[in-house]
């Protein structure tokens, strides 16, 4: 796991048996809506040895149901192991904004842009170019959630125009920027990356 900015973190630890069958069973992403928010900082309060307590049952049992709703996050950040990629990843992890092209970032990481080319693909998944806009996207949403003016973050994240940043966004994220919040009931407290 790997945060970028300020970061608040709760762990809850959920006995196996109480765990829903439908929840995934590998780590995963999800958008934590204002309501499991308020959910997880309720049962917080309860003292850690409270296991009887019947409100605090009652509570756990919302919070499982209510994760068992949601579904993934739709942006998924693969990492990878060969140090040569790892390289031109964390070039574009330390700036998303960094607008050299493929051919530059080979050079910088002492491979050449097949080879960046064959392991985007073999480790990641996905072409280098979408895995560079995928992490654009995961450093956008909180600037959003911040109140930043759509057009600062265009710019810092290397968009020419508020126009082609929207574009992206919504093709990943399938609304438009200004929408996003209003869409998945986050508010600025809630989005960590």
Known sequence: MRARGLVSLRTLYIAPAAIPTAWPHHPTALAVTSFLRALILRIMDFPVDC????????????????????????????????????RACEQILANPGDKRNLSELALSSGTSVRTLSRL??????????????????????????AGWPITQIALELGYDSPGAFAATFRRFLGVKPSAY????????GDIDI
């Not at 009652?58 to 499982?64: F, I, K, Q």
């Not at 072409?127 to 600037?143: D, Y």
């Not at 919040?181 to 600025?188: M, N, Q, R």
Request: hydrophobic letters at 40%.
């Open 51 to 86: 296991t009887e307590d019947e409100r605090k049952n009652r509570l756990v049992d919302v919070l499982l149901d209510e994760v068992q709703w949601m579904t993934e996050g739709t942006l998924h950040l693969s990492m990878p192991s060969d140090l040569r990629l790892v």
């Open 120 to 145: 985007a693909h073999s480790e990641l998944g996905i072409p280098f170019s979408v895995w560079c806009q995928q992490v654009r996207m995961l450093h956008a949403i909180p600037k959003l959630a």
């Open 181 to 188: 919040l209003s869409k998945s009931t986050l508010s600025p």
